[in-house]
């Protein structure tokens, strides 16, 4: 029976759709500012004259596509081209600085492919007991899980904890202005109404990677990336065999992608850092994380396509939308007259069903296009001279900043935050930890007022916060995290000063 | 000028009516029109949802949308411009160009609770809204299998255990709060609301056990199937695709209402350009295949064109601002 939906999904016409999803997506997610949600949100009128399950491939494609995409100009421009490929940034530029960009690049296309076809095939496999993931996690397990996602910070600054645990509290803060999501109040506006849709997380990661890579690049008279003399023709071989050798890392995120994707409210960007930080945690000691390892390019790449296939489940199961391009997808089922929620699968199964092999097409298509697509993006970044890229840059985080949501404001704040980003990194003070607090500011705050709220109404605070068994775990993972890096000093102390 | 088609048959009888006086409207749009030829629409028409996608108002948006393709020929697209619960979106309005081309969808209690808060960067007057064209009624959600089979168990439940029966909902001085405030003061209860951002997220609260019960809308109930129950609906009469969940006004709570969802213009838009549009959005509502699908997705019709904006808005003013004030949400 499955197996018809597998040929239903294969006729021409629906691989082609697949193919054009995957290389729209690709470079849709490859600029800054154009996200997969604003891609999807364009193209879904033309899906309303296809039938479900085509409209549907169409739609999934170009999610994929897009989440791929992000990690270009995340390895390319230290720039994420989707707040997803936050964490590729970390390993990805400094392989590009040193002259591997194109091994980079074949390596996060590998990785994506791996991660989505994790994330399809739970989809396909496991949907319906992966759902009550979602469900299992309440309000205390997001504020921990987003405390857990700020001990990451420890991890990620590689010595300088405070500057680092600054950089964070001061996200964080940001994150507190404007009109607060659930409480409506009016925060740390000053009266100002630039302020009060907030900092925006998209415009904030363009703002912050992107415009002092555009300074430095102005002030400093070399090239933007360092070329090899010789260049080898083919790096796909040698970036394979990195992924080979890095299965378990591999197996490892993509599994970590798909549990994120299924909790609504996480998304692709906490998805990637989860598995990033794992990966370093249990990496080897000759593995310098943070100045080029390839592994954590494998890590964050095959975990934020994961959670493409997982943020599938909760909403083709539930009817509940696990990230903004999901919500988008059930719009679109709900205007053709398909009924998503609990009877989906059983009613519509068909569709269900053509629909994932459908992005399994896609997820396997990805690896020709990414790689080919991905060497175009390659050179002529290296190629282009630095009077042409610096202006088509910056004229692009304008363009993509305003195209959020139209908003002036939001351009002013972002080259704000650019020059503040630029200078403050003369000190020693990095990006990452700031839009970290800024990501999981609210998803804490939130939870803790929720799970404050309920706790207190049902008289047992200690046991809504300690008590629940998933909340403990991730108090573990957290505290084994936060020590480990003291832990590792401790160990180094005679080789290093603290 | 304001009429809840509630029921199917009332809602059969009242289209009927409409769509007659509509045909006559529209002839008589026609010539005028012929006679100015100022208002009519070139092009893609951009349709901004203050909100991010999946929403209430995404959806509705949503479902006109191949419905405006078809009938006036050009394409509607929908852009999401989220931020400050709305606020930045409406507060951004009137800065936009009024040829008719943009057009914004906005939402009863926000536009009118939020500007008495505090300075949001526009007034509820400010905003050109020229047609309400649905609601989602209140409704309080279950799931399947809790132990209130009806509103009473609910009730008795509240009433036995203060403060111990939590209900999420979307949002704090939202529709779901004011009917929460709203309803423990009817039944003399006192219920724990936790507020979420957006339905979807009450939503998973609620299945997923968080909390007992939820301030939804209808929606809710028509998108989850089996998987819920609602115990009571805020509407005079009983939905169409609810015929069993009785109104809280036969269960002697007198409350109906909910979140109402309309479309706005620029006020710079001239006189004719509003007409044209409220007549378009007329015309969609009174496609009966647009009513199966609104119906079908749990919301429920409204017509309230630009000649009875103003009506409407002060009434439904007048009654948010008292029910907020009493509930100490604004000053």
Redesign the interface.
């Known amino acids: 029976m499955e197996f018809s939906h597998f040929l239903s999904a294969m006729t021409p016409f629906n691989i082609a759709l697949a193919l054009f999803g995957v290389v729209a997506g690709t470079v849709i997610g490859s600029i800054p500012g154009l996200t997969a949600t604003m891609a999807l949100a364009v193209l879904v009128p033309i899906t309303f004259s296809m039938d479900p399950a085509s409209a549907l491939i169409l739609l999934g494609a170009i999610y994929t596509g897009a989440i791929y995409g992000g990690a270009y100009a995340a390895i390319l421009l230290n720039t994420p081209g989707t707040p997803s490929a936050i964490a590729t940034t970390f390993d990805g530029y400094p392989m590009a600085k040193r002259g591997d960009g194109d091994l980079a690049v074949a390596l996060a296309c590998f990785s994506s492919v791996f991660g989505g076809m994790v994330g399809a095939i739970a989809l396909l496999l496991l949907a319906p007991p992966l759902s009550k993931v979602a469900l299992a996690f309440g309000p205390v397990e997001y504020f921990w899980l987003s405390i857990f996602g700020l001990s990451l910070i420890a991890s990620l600054s590689n010595g300088n904890l405070m500057k680092g645990l600054a950089g964070g509290a001061f996200g964080m803060i940001l994150s507190t202005v404007g009109v607060a999501e659930i409480s409506a109040d009016i925060r740390l506006t000053f009266g100002s109404q630039v302020m009060i849709g907030g900092f925006g997380v998209v415009g904030a990661l363009i703002g912050l990677y992107c415009i002092p890579v555009l300074i430095d690049l102005v002030a400093t008279p070399e090239r933007h990336l360092k070329v090899e003399e010789n260049v080898k023709s083919v790096r796909i071989s040698e970036a394979f065999k990195i992924a080979m050798r890095s299965k378990f890392n591999l197996i490892r995120s993509s599994v970590v992608g798909t549990l994120v994707g299924i909790l609504p409210g996480a998304g692709g960007s906490v998805a990637g850092l989860v598995a990033y930080s794992e990966a370093k945690r249990t990496g080897k000691d000759h593995q310098k994380f943070g100045e080029g390892e390839p592994d954590g390019i494998i890590a964050t790449e095959s975990a934020n396509s994961a959670t493409v296939g997982g943020g599938f489940i909760p909403t083709l199961v539930l009817g509940i939308p696990g990230t903004p391009p999901d919500a988008i997808v059930l719009g679109a089922l709900l205007v053709q007259g398909v009924r998503t929620g609990p009877a989906m699968f059983s009613q519509s199964g068909s569709i269900v069903y053509t629909f994932i092999y459908g992005l399994i097409i896609a997820t396997i298509l990805m690896l020709p296009a990414g790689l080919l697509i991905g060497r175009y993006a390659y050179k002529s970044i290296v190629t282009i001279p630095k009077a042409v890229l610096v202006p088509t840059v910056g004229f692009m985080t304008i363009i993509g900043t305003f195209a959020i949501r139209n908003s002036v404001s939001d351009v002013i704040i972002m080259l704000c935050l650019g020059v503040f980003g630029w200078l403050i990194a003369r000190f020693g003070f990095a990006a990452s930890p700031i839009v970290l607090g800024l990501i999981l500011g609210p998803i804490a705050e939130q939870g803790f007022v929720q799970g404050w709220t309920i706790g207190a109404a049902t008289n047992n605070l200690i046991g809504m916060f300690f008590g629940r068994p998933i909340s403990q775990a991730i108090i573990a993972f957290t505290l084994m995290t936060l020590i480990l890096p003291i832990y590792l000093a401790y160990k180094k102390q005679p080789h290093k000063e603290v | 000028m304001f009429k809840n088609n509630e029921t199917a048959e009332i809602g059969r009888n009242k289209m009927l009516k409409k769509h007659i006086k509509n045909t006559v409207a529209i002839i008589a749009a026609a010539t005028s029109f012929a006679s100015i030829a100022s208002a009519e629409i070139n092009g893609p028409v951009n349709y ?1 949802i203050p909100f ?4 209430e108002s ?2 509705s948006a ?2 006109q ?2 419905f405006f ?1 078809d009938k006036f020929g050009e ?11 709305g ?3 409406w ?2 309005l009137n800065g936009l160009n009024g040829d008719g081309q943009t057009i914004m969808g906005v939402n009863l209690p926000h536009i009118i609770i ?1 500007p008495a ?5 526009f007034k509820t007057d400010d905003l050109n809204t020229f047609y309400m064209f649905h609601y989602t009624p209140d409704a309080i959600v279950v799931t399947a299998d809790s132990p209130y089979q009806t509103l009473a168990d609910l009730v008795a439940d509240a009433k036995a255990n203060p ?2 029966v ?1 209900m999420s909902g979307s ?4 529709a779901n709060h004011l009917a929460q405030i709203k309803f423990d003061k009817l039944a003399g209860t006192l219920t ?6 957006g339905t ?2 009450a ?3 609620l ?5 007992v019960a939820e301030w939804g809308y209808t929606t809710v109930g028509a ?5 819920v129950r609602m115990l009571a609906v805020a509407m005079e009469n009983r939905h169409p695709l609810f015929p069993d969940v009785p109104t809280f006004k036969e269960l002697g709570y007198d409350m109906t209402g909910g979140a109402y969802r309309g479309i706005a213009l620029p006020n710079s838009a001239s006189a004719e350009t509003t007409k044209m549009w409220s007549d378009m959005i007329a015309e969609i509502n009174t496609d009966p295949a647009f009513q199966k ?1 609104m119906l079908d ?1 749990g919301f429920a019709m409204l017509d309230v064109d630009s000649a009875g904006m103003k009506d409407f808005m002060a009434a439904r003013v007048e009654e948010y601002l008292k029910d907020a004030r009493e509930a100490g949400l604004i000053k």
């Not at chain 2, 394409?75 to 619960?85: F, I, L």
């Not at chain 2, 724990?192 to 951002?197: H, L």
């Open positions: 901004i991010g996608p999946g929403g995404d959806i949503r479902l949308q191949p393709k394409d509607m697209v929908v852009s999401y411009q989220p931020g400050g619960g606020a930045v979106g507060a951004s939020k808060q505090k300075n949001v960067g403060g111990q939590t949002g704090k001085a939202s724990t609301y936790v507020p979420f951002k979807g997220a939503v998973t609260a299945l997923g056990k968080q909390t998108k989850q199937g089996d998987a699908k997705g």
